[in-house]
């Protein structure tokens, strides 16, 4: 699973979007219990304004998660970005607060929170 999510990536990163849903999904397929893969095809049906196809791949990833794996705020900012796209205030605050708990050592992931918290604060007053 972790190779076909790699291979994901690297197709995502190409730019190559079938390819890269079609290695994460494989992924997926091969053990569904690994949220990296629900992660990184939600973000990219996210980016393609596939909101409800992104809810609810990036919803199967917070169930697999624990909230001691750094998966589980990553796929929670995921969410709040993309109920954020819907013009769910409320449930895009819910997931931002869930991702701000997070202490971390991750200095991009904590400026992403921010930026996010920022945008959930200026769309949604």
Same mark, same amino acid.
């Given at each position: 699973?972790?190779?076909?999510?790699?291979?994901?990536?690297?197709?995502?990163?190409?730019?190559?979007?079938?390819?890269a849903l *079609?290695?994460?999904?494989a992924?997926? @397929?091969?053990?569904?219990s690994k949220?990296?893969?629900?992660a990184?095809a939600?973000?990219?049906?996210?980016m393609?304004?596939?909101f409800? @196809?992104a809810?609810s791949?990036?919803k199967?990833g &917070?169930t697999?998660?624990?909230?001691?794996q750094?998966t589980?705020?990553?796929?929670c900012? #995921?969410?709040?970005?993309?109920?954020l796209s819907? $013009?769910?205030?409320?449930?895009a605050? *819910?997931?931002? $607060?869930i991702?701000?708990? &997070?202490?971390t050592?991750?200095?991009?992931?904590?400026?992403?929170?921010?930026?996010?918290?920022? #945008?959930v604060?200026? &769309?949604? *007053?």
């Open positions: 699973a972790t190779i076909l999510n790699t291979l994901g990536s690297s197709f995502s990163a190409l730019k190559d979007s079938v390819s *079609k290695y994460f999904y992924a997926i @397929e091969a053990d569904s949220p990296e893969a629900y990184s939600g973000c990219l049906l996210e393609q304004g596939k409800p @196809e809810l791949i990036l199967k &917070h697999v998660c624990n909230s001691e750094f589980y705020y990553s796929i900012l #995921n969410l709040a970005v993309t109920y819907m $013009d769910s205030c409320s449930q605050g *819910k997931y931002i $607060d991702a701000k708990q &997070h202490g050592d991750r200095p991009q992931f904590d400026t992403r929170v921010t930026q996010i918290e920022n #945008n604060i200026n &769309h949604c *007053k």
